[in-house]
């Protein structure tokens, strides 16, 4: 499956969705707005399990085949989609393993995926004879996502998968969806309240509201605008393993050309993606001397986006091909002249590791 089509004209007495959506294969697309814009309701109408009045119009189409139009409706089992639901749906009665043989066994399509292959990818090898109550939040979400894998679907719908689960096993799932994807070549749409999972996840985000499509961009320039407000604003960011210094235990990382150092021994060779908070990183104008900092990074002002409360700004700093945000007063920002183009160094006081693995 190329790709998934829905153009949508939904009207009940207190809501409206209306809208055009794309989702390409090779790509996760994320989907942003406040509670009641419409972003579960449009899953659902892409997924077949929204009821539809006569006066709707509700047009779905892949590459491959319609399956809902005027006079047409595929059934949903028929649609070759994984749906995962912020609340694990698991059959109590089942340990993991007859969870994941039930989804085996109701395959809908062939498929290349294996139950050997999900085990490994997320990590749930030894979840096979456990009881689902016995299984943490994360635990039992990868199961569920290990389930959809091996129904036999092509598409991934991801409605606020990690949304029960606290910060800690958000940060410890979150590598493993962003492995399933590139693993496998399918059209992603992917749902939440959190800049963070978007920002770490998606190669684009549209904005709703009020049923509608709002704004639309790439991540790159949609996460930072979108967490103007957020105190949790970060960046997330790739950098590669370039050596480990045994004498301080401390991994360095080579973030476009220049230095990253994490605590710990890192395998050579391995991409890791951290997370910046905006708010631990401050600016310079020249190379700070005599600080206990470790990491110093020279890029330039690309951006500067006010808040609503008014006190500070997110200052948007290009490095290399990536971006590094940071969060300052407005004080700071007319002291030291900041404005877009000004070659600045970026002092990061904490780096967190988004593991490649978690329980």
């Not at 005027?70 to 749906?83: E, G």
């Not at 969806?177 to 978007?198: C, G, M, T, W």
């Not at 080579?254 to 060779?269: C, D, L, R, T, V």
């Not at 971006?323 to 006081?349: C, F, M, P, W």
Request: aromatic letters at 6%; hydrophobic letters at 35%; glycine letters at 6%.
């Amino acid at each position: 499956m190329d790709y998934i089509k829905a153009s949508l004209d939904v009207e009940r007495s207190d809501f409206h969705l209306n809208l055009e959506l794309s989702i390409f294969k090779g790509e996760i697309t994320g989907l942003y707005g406040p509670s009641g814009s419409g972003k579960s309701s449009l899953l659902r109408l892409i997924a077949g399990v929204k009821s539809q009045s006569p006066q709707d119009r509700v047009d779905i189409s892949t590459n491959e085949e319609i399956w809902s139009s005027a006079d047409h409706f595929i059934q949903t089992h028929l649609r070759s989609i994984a749906y995962v639901f912020q609340e694990a749906q698991l059959f109590p009665h089942l340990n993991v393993r007859g969870n994941l043989e039930y989804a085996i066994q109701r395959k809908r399509n062939k498929t290349d995926v294996d139950l050997n292959q999900v085990k490994q990818w997320l990590n749930i090898d030894g979840l096979l004879n456990k009881s689902t109550d016995d299984l943490s939040g994360g635990e039992k979400q990868r199961v569920c996502i290990a389930r959809a894998l091996l129904s036999g679907a092509q598409a991934m719908l991801m409605d606020e998968p990690l949304g029960a689960l606290d910060h800690r096993a958000r940060y410890r799932i979150l590598p493993y969806i962003d492995q399933i994807h590139k693993r496998l070549d399918f059209p992603f749409l992917y749902v939440s309240h959190a800049i963070d999972e978007l920002t770490y996840l998606t190669d684009k985000i549209h904005v709703m509201d009020k049923g509608r499509i709002t704004e639309s961009g790439s991540t790159l320039i949609m996460g930072p605008k979108l967490g103007i407000d957020s105190l949790d604003a970060s960046a997330i960011i790739t950098c590669d393993v370039d050596h480990y210094n045994e004498k301080y235990q401390l991994t360095c990382l080579n973030f476009e050309s220049q230095k990253i150092y994490i605590a710990g021994n890192k395998s050579m060779g391995e991409s890791l993606k951290l997370n910046i908070p905006a708010r631990d990183v401050s600016i310079a104008k020249s190379l700070p001397q005599d600080s206990s900092i470790l990491n110093i990074l020279k890029g330039s002002v690309v951006a500067i986006h006010e808040s609503k409360e008014g006190s500070s700004e997110l200052v948007q700093v290009q490095v290399g091909n990536q971006t590094i945000l940071s969060r300052i007063t407005r004080l700071s920002i007319d002291k030291l002249n900041i404005e877009i183009g000004l070659a600045v160094y970026v002092q990061i006081k904490s780096v967190s590791l988004i593991s490649e693995y978690g329980n």
